[in-house]
Each structure stands twice: as structure tokens, then as C-alpha cells.
């Protein structure tokens, strides 16, 4: 079965140091991969998004994730966050042969502090 | 511009009320979307439009009725809703492919419906 895993429900993180947020499907098919943030009361915006080409992929707010076919993993990374990082992020996959389906993690909420 | 926009952003109605959301976007999107979200969960899709037609209905009860009325606009006809049907109630647009796979999708800043 095709799924999306973020392990971490909670990153705390103090402002200005380094994160990753982490991500995995599990897929038999070719895959499609994106990051979205949401903040409170708000859509989600996408972040970055792999469709082909090269596996590092920069996004906007200095985020970046890197496509690991033989690892299924898609993790989010900032060199060093501020605080209004603080969000709720997702992870979501498009499967070869889903249609127009998103499958989405069940989210990481990354808490920035002083 | 990757806008997608939604009316109202605030709803409240009774249960024996009939009410409509509303969704446009201007990107030549041939896709849309709407998505219900509760509070710290992700999505759950709800309906997709592809070419103004719909193609999926993820078993949504009845009382949610979509509309596509051209290929900017999708609109939500809510009636006789329940309080568990309170919810951010999301839109959103994509490219179409040919392939069974989606690009990513665009969302807009949803609809807060509160059901008393």
C-alpha cells in the first residue's frame, strides 16, 4: 500500500539553529513529492515540490529537501530557523496511478523559540 | 500568480440553513479541489473536478453538493449540516496530467465553517 509517514508529530527548535523534518513513503511506483506549510488559520502554501531531475530541491524561505529513492525519504532541512517558521508542515506524495490524489503526512508542528 | 482565492473566509450556520462557498482561480487550471481539514489533521479530500466534470467523489454525504460552473470557479452547496461538519473547508487548483499523477496542487486560505 502506497503510504506517507512524518514520525515527528513536535520539532522544538531554538531560533537560529538548524532543522530537519522528516519524511517517508512507501511506493512500488514513480513518485511525486512536495512540502507545504500552514500557518494558523491559514491554506497550505507550498514549500518546494520534486517532480524529476536533480535530487536537492530549494524551495522558497530558505528551505531545501533532498529525494532519497533507495532511502523513500523526502526530509525538509533549514539551516537555521526564525520565528516565523512556526508552523504546521506536511509532507505529501503523488503516486503514479493515484489520479489527482495528494496523500498527505499527518504533519510535523515546528515550534521555533527565543 | 498562483492565487486561490475563497468567499467567505468565516461562515456560521444553523443546521436548517443553505449556504454556498466559493473558489476561483485564474492560473488555466483544468483540476479542483475541495478539501476538508480539522484541527491538527491534514486534509482529507472531498471532491475533484478535472475539465468541469467531476471525477471524484470520496463518498461524501449528500448534503455537500459541488459545482463546477466553469473552469475558474468551483463552488461548495452546503444544506442541513451537522456540528461535526464544522471544519476548514480548503479549494484548490493543478495542472492536469495524462499520466494518473498529480502536480502540486494550489491552495487557498479556506473557509472557517462553524456549524451550531
Redesign the interface.
Known amino acids: 500500500a502506497q503510504s506517507v509517514t512524518q514520525l515527528d508529530s513536535q520539532v522544538p527548535v531554538f531560533e537560529e539553529a538548524p532543522v530537519e523534518l522528516r519524511c517517508n513513503y512507501s511506493s512500488s511506483v ?3 513529492l ?1 512540502w ?1 506549510v500552514q500557518y494558523p ?6 514549500l518546494l ?1 520534486y ?1 524529476s531531475g536533480s535530487t536537492l530541491v530549494k524551495g522558497i524561505n530558505g528551505f531545501e529537501a533532498e529525494f532519497n529513492k533507495s532511502q523513500t525519504s523526502f526530509h525538509l532541512r533549514k539551516p537555521s530557523v526564525h520565528i516565523s517558521d512556526t508552523a ?1 508542515y ?1 509532507c505529501a506524495v ?9 496523500t ?4 510535523t508542528q515546528l515550534k521555533v523559540e527565543l | 500568480d498562483t492565487e486561490v482565492t475563497q468567499t467567505p473566509k468565516h461562515l456560521v450556520m444553523g443546521m436548517t440553513n443553505k449556504k454556498s462557498l466559493k473558489c476561483e482561480q485564474h492560473m488555466g487550471h483544468r483540476a479542483m479541489y475541495w478539501y476538508k481539514q480539522k484541527a491538527k489533521k491534514p486534509p482529507e479530500l472531498m471532491f475533484v473536478y478535472s475539465y468541469e466534470k467531476l471525477s471524484i467523489n470520496e463518498s461524501v454525504p449528500s448534503r455537500f453538493s459541488p459545482e463546477c460552473p466553469n473552469s475558474s470557479l468551483l463552488n461548495l452547496h452546503l444544506h442541513a449540516l451537522q456540528p461535526e461538519d464544522s471544519a476548514l473547508y480548503l479549494c484548490a487548483s493543478s495542472r492536469l496530467t495524462s499520466g494518473g499523477i498529480t502536480y502540486e496542487q494550489y491552495f487557498g486560505p479556506g473557509t472557517r465553517l462553524t456549524v451550531t
Open positions: 514513480s513518485v511525486y512536495f507545504y488559520n491559514q491554506g497550505l502554501q507550498l515540490k517532480l504546521e506536511f503523488s503516486f503514479t496511478g493515484g489520479g489527482n490524489k495528494l498527505f503526512g499527518t504533519g
